[in-house]
């Protein structure tokens, strides 16, 4: 039975491997930028590129990487000043926006415009960091491993790891990082560079940069002017600081020309960033997970604290600002998994995956050097261990995404258990100060009515779905007493519980002796989330640890032999949020039957969505001015606004915010999305569909001068007209050796700019 099936997908598999080994190459992979010139760079200028692999990743000479920025650590950010001005998504620096934002100075709503040095926002915690170099290390720590396998395999190359970690960030100012790629089948070094000193400069109205809302989001056409400015400052010297009024703005090596042409469809692309994950390894079993339990489990969380939140922001002005970062938190992943699960199953991503598993147990059985069994093998571990990776899933939405009371009352769960040690040690005081601090941060973006109705929507939908092991006796007990009734749930534990409201809590932290650990340890919001926690350290991670680094494994095994036995593909390593470039080209595509997307959308677009006073299609009275006039300047192409473009660049989340570039490295947009259909691409890229979502760089320059008129910053940025130099020799940007803008590019420039 085995073999015939094996047989019958002989011939589907032949032409499913060329599909994948020829129409993907063009476009597939997140390139690690020190293996340009070695795996790729050949395909890239093939495809359209002007400049080498040297001059996009250099660690002699300045390079576009060296405007590149990990924005956060979670976005990606670019250098477009010499003054340290640099640009990422709206949604990016939203938390940021939001934390300078009241309701009488709205900056979510109005935007936020800093006229000089002095006005720029500091934002404490924030960081930009900067890669000094990429190393592959893999053969320093396989050779410190070498006959090693399981755990003393890992703490062999820990140790060598820990090495080579001191030894490049001794006494430079740098830290690196060493992580694992292709499943630790290849190690990398990552050097880096973090300033912490990065100021809110600019940003718009809401109305612009989250243009379209949550009904847009992960859609095309798409209207959304998603950027924010910030600028990051250093010490006399350039080197990072913490925040100082003495701090002056960052020298950069490298900031990026902007391309003031606009691109044609077809142009050449690329995408430079920190994509954060992708899977594309995975097999059928793990994407059946993904599919049947993770994805529809965590959209019924989500759909159930957004039906509260959504409502109540609409409720009130005050709630509006307290969990507008919030809710985009949790509605951008929801919408997302729903987009996968349909990509996916379109796609026909389950088949496809066994039939590739198929044709890889023959290489395998024929190769006599490969485990055939190893898809079998991962997939048993997904019977055998599937609900540890279920519950955890669960506690990341229940816990860490739902009703904020569980996280915020955990936090005293040092106080409560070791009172009496505490102060023995004379440490009680300084604790009790911090969580009054932390209960301050708390209780401002908090709102009790709503925390507890999410509780009572998410509650019952978690009794019934997470497996048992992560369950709290102290929840089961409230569904027997209240008949598994949410809102009868969630009224208990919020009538009970001194974490629901500031000056109860804070009363209470003002008390001396052991009331306040006698409190703390019977508040039912904190059982509850001491009970939840527990459950995950006593029952879940033991067993999820052992899934995992069984399948990490396996997984090892399964990449090094695909890679062995599928040889005519040019792999990438999986999107681990290191530095990663990826190419293709301003191109549309047709997603669905009888319908196409266009590469480009248009001002007219946000005319034709307007609707008054809408929470997500209003628009601000002055761009309805500026769009009524048509008077696009220099920002115009063709005599258009563009607003926002689609590539065939594959990205992931964390390349919110990254550069999109044209073929000699200026800068043409700003990535932010991708259209519903490609967010199956973290686990499967489909070249023809799967598009990116940036904004044109023009128009965003448009909204920074003339909606805006802050030109002051325009000044600061270096604008190219490449059709003007098109005669001249292709030089990556107008910077000399040293970086420095060359006098008589910036006379073209300007020259150029005067005649627009
Ligand atoms: N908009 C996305 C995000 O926020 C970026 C992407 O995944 O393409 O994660």
């Known amino acids: 039975m085995k073999s015939l099936y094996r047989f019958a997908f002989v011939l589907p598999l032949a032409v499913f491997t060329l599909f994948f080994s020829d129409s993907l190459r063009a476009h597939e992979g997140m390139w690690i930028p020190s293996t340009l010139q070695k795996l790729v760079i050949g395909d890239m200028q093939a495809a359209g590129l002007e400049l080498s692999a040297e001059d996009i990743y250099s660690i002699n000479q300045s390079s576009i990487k060296d405007a590149i920025v990990h924005f956060g650590g979670g976005c990606t950010a670019e250098v477009i000043s010499r003054k340290g001005l640099i640009l990422t998504n709206h949604h990016c620096g939203y938390s940021q926006i939001q934390s300078h934002s009241s309701v009488e100075q709205d900056y979510l709503t109005d935007g936020f415009w800093a006229g000089e040095f002095g006005e720029e926002l500091p934002n404490s915690g924030l960081t930009a960091t900067f890669v000094v170099r990429i190393e592959d290390v893999t053969d320093a720590l396989n050779s410190a491993a070498e006959g090693l396998e399981g755990m003393e395999r890992e703490a062999a190359l820990r140790i060598q790891a820990s090495a080579l970690i001191a030894e490049a960030s001794n006494g430079n100012g740098y830290t690196a990082e060493i992580n694992p790629y292709f499943y630790g089948n290849a190690f990398y070094m990552v050097v880096k560079e973090t300033f912490r000193d990065v ?6 109205p809401s109305s612009i940069g989250k243009f379209g809302g949550d009904t847009d989001n992960w859609e095309w056409p798409r209207h959304t002017g998603d950027f924010s400015i910030f600028r990051i400052y ?5 080197n990072p600081a913490d925040y100082s009024e003495d701090n002056v703005p960052y020298t950069p090596k490298h900031s990026l020309p902007i391309n003031m042409d606009g691109l044609k469809p077809d142009d050449y692309t690329m995408v430079f960033g920190f994509p954060g994950t992708t899977e594309q390894f995975l097999t059928s079993d793990a994407v059946a997970y993904v599919l049947e339990r993770a994805n529809p489990a965590r959209k019924a969380m989500r759909e159930a604290s957004l039906g509260v939140i959504d409502a109540a922001m609409l409720s009130s002005d005050t709630i509006r600002i307290q969990y507008a970062a919030k809710q985009s938190r949790i509605s951008n992943a929801h919408k997302k998994w729903i987009g996968q699960t349909m990509g996916l199953e379109r796609f026909d991503a389950l088949a496809k995956k066994r039939k590739f598993e198929e044709e890889y147990r023959e290489k395998a059985a024929a190769s006599g050097e490969f485990d055939p069994e190893v898809p079998e093998r991962l997939g048993a571990l997904y019977e055998e261990f599937g609900d540890y990776a279920f519950a955890r899933d669960y506690l990341i939405e229940f816990y860490y995404y ?29 604790q009790i100060e911090k969580l009054k601090a932390s209960a301050e941060r708390h209780f401002k973006n908090y709102n009790k009515a709503t925390d507890s109705r999410v509780m009572a929507a998410q509650l019952p939908l978690f009794l019934n779905g997470c497996p048992e092991l992560l369950v709290p006796p102290v929840l089961r007990d409230y569904e027997r007493k209240f008949k598994g009734d949410g809102l009868l749930m969630a009224g208990e534990i919020y009538k009970n519980t001194v974490f629901a409201d500031k000056d109860e809590l804070i009363k209470l932290l003002g008390k001396s002796g052991k009331g306040i650990s006698k409190t703390i340890l019977k508040d039912p919001a904190y059982l509850a989330a001491t009970g939840m926690i527990d459950a995950y350290r006593d029952e879940v991670m033991e067993g999820y640890g052992m899934f995992k680094g069984a399948e990490g494994e396996l997984m090892r095994e399964y990449v090094k032999a695909i890679m062995a036995l599928f040889p005519d593909k040019n792999y990438w390593p999986d999107a681990n949020s290191t530095l990663r470039i990826t190419f293709g080209k301003m191109e549309g595509s047709k997603p669905r039957d009888a319908m196409k997307y266009l590469p480009y959308s248009t001002l007219e677009g946000i005319a034709q969505k307007y609707i008054p006073g809408h929470r997500d299609f209003d628009v601000h009275e002055r761009l309805l001015e500026l769009h009524s006039e048509r008077d696009y300047g220099k920002y115009a192409t063709d005599g258009e606004l563009r607003v926002c473009f689609l590539g065939s660049n594959h990205t992931t989340g964390g390349n919110s915010g990254s550069p999109a570039l044209d073929a000699r490295g200026h800068l043409v947009g700003l990535n932010f999305d991708r259209t519903w259909e490609s967010t199956m691409s973290d686990i499967m890229f489909n070249p023809e569909i ?32 490449a ?3 098109a005669d001249a020799e292709v030089t990556l940007n107008t910077h000399d050796a040293d970086g420095a803008v060359t006098d008589k590019d910036r006379k073209l420039a300007k020259a150029i700019d005067a005649v627009r």
Request: aromatic fraction near 10%.
């Open 402 to 430: 739902g009703p904020e009371i569980f996280r915020f009352a955990e936090q005293f769960s040092d106080v409560a258990q070791h009172y009496d040690s505490l102060s023995d040690a004379g440490l009680l005081e300084g």
């Open 723 to 725: 059709s003007a130099k």
């Open 234 to 238: 250093a010490d006399a010297d350039n």
């Open 199 to 204: 100021r809110l400069v600019g940003a718009p």
């Open 690 to 721: 799967c598009r990116n979502i940036m904004v044109d760089i023009k128009y965003v320059l448009f909204i920074v001068d003339k909606f805006a008129g802050a030109s002051h910053l325009i000044d600061e940025m270096e604008l190219v007209y």
